[in-house]
């Protein structure tokens, strides 16, 4: 069957162009459209990219599917994004899944129906067989930002979890902790694992592999308050607290309180995210920050680079930066 490559080859021009001429032909010359046209009858170029193209030009309509749509981590990750599809003529429907995979599909739903050119997922929890028959179609991209999928290769903007995690438990051994326990997000998603392997790998190479306790949560304040007050209400309480979100490190903050726990003095927490509250909370938060606004703008451009038919870079790893804040200090002697 021939392709946009053929096509290209037959017009003497790149794919790229190829793509532009029948997703936007207004962005390319008259000559440039007669000749790609006489290439796809010349080489029998026959998808149903007319379609495609038609409801592109009128749909312009990006979605972006979020777990939470109340988690402010999301909210620079979104701002980079519009910045991106506003500068190209694009909207962003922003899709609040709730972790409910029928929620999902409605989403999905849309670009078979051409009411959207592509989905940008900022989450893995969602049903594979969505995200693979998505996939398959090849006017229909997908692009994964902040999470990732370990079994579906898609294009995917995200940070080095691993080693995020364990520079700054690093941070804290260096600080003199023996006993720092873990609130992790959800166990099962790709993230977390990455988290917690990082936290493990590091407490080893501090020789505190003994000492590693990760209890559960799902990032959200309350399940850190929980999980805070679990881990804090003993005699053998831990020196230092990493969560895998600011929202949990937060959750733990106000347990702390709730105790009459000192914080640095008696316990030093970390959370994960940079998050605008972490900043402003009580005492100010010792974080992981990731680029999250970078990240919505690479995301965005990756999809739009898509449409376009051209090649992207399948894996972009950007750079975090562990910011050192007034909940952590030394533990007491």
């Not at 067989?129 to 999470?147: I, K, N, S, T, Y």
């Amino acid at each position: 069957m021939p392709t946009i490559k053929d096509v290209a080859l037959a017009a003497g021009c790149s794919t790229a162009t190829v793509s532009r001429a029948l997703a936007n032909p207004e962005k390319v010359s008259e000559a440039t459209r007669l000749r790609v046209a006489s290439a796809i009858d010349e080489v029998g170029y026959a998808p149903n990219v007319a379609a495609r193209n038609l409801r592109r030009a009128e749909s312009r309509t990006i979605v972006t599917l979020l777990p939470d749509i109340s988690n402010p981590f999301f909210s620079e990750i979104i701002n980079g994004m519009e910045e991106v599809a506003h500068q190209a003529g694009y909207q962003v429907l922003i899709g609040d899944c709730e972790r409910d995979p029928a929620r999902a599909e409605a989403y999905f739903n849309l670009l078979p129906t051409n009411q959207a050119d592509g989905i940008i997922l900022l989450t893995a929890d969602i049903p594979r067989g969505l995200v693979r028959h998505a996939d398959a179609r090849a006017d229909a991209p997908l692009v994964m930002a902040c999470e990732f999928f370990s079994d579906v290769d898609l294009p995917t903007v995200t940070i080095d979890n691993y080693q995020a995690t364990a520079h700054a438990i690093e941070y804290l051994v260096s600080l003199g902790h023996a006993r720092i326990a873990a609130i992790s997000g959800p166990v099962d998603n790709p993230i977390c694992r990455e988290r917690t392997r990082g936290y493990r790998d590091a407490l080893t190479a501090g020789g505190l592999s003994s000492s590693a306790h990760v209890m559960e949560g799902d990032f959200g304040f309350r399940s850190g308050y929980q999980q805070g007050l679990a881990l804090l209400d003993g005699a053998d309480r831990p020196s230092a607290i990493f969560c895998h979100s600011d929202e949990m490190a937060i959750g733990v903050l106000k347990a702390a309180r709730q105790l009459g726990i000192r914080v640095p003095e008696a316990l030093s927490v970390v959370g994960f995210d940079n998050i605008g509250f972490s900043e402003y909370c009580e005492p100010e938060l010792t974080t992981v920050s990731q680029p999250r606004h970078e990240i919505g703008q690479q995301a965005m451009h990756t999809l739009l680079n898509l449409l376009a038919g051209e090649a992207v870079v399948r894996r972009q790893t950007l750079s975090t930066q562990l910011i050192v804040r007034k909940s952590t200090g030394r533990p007491a002697a």
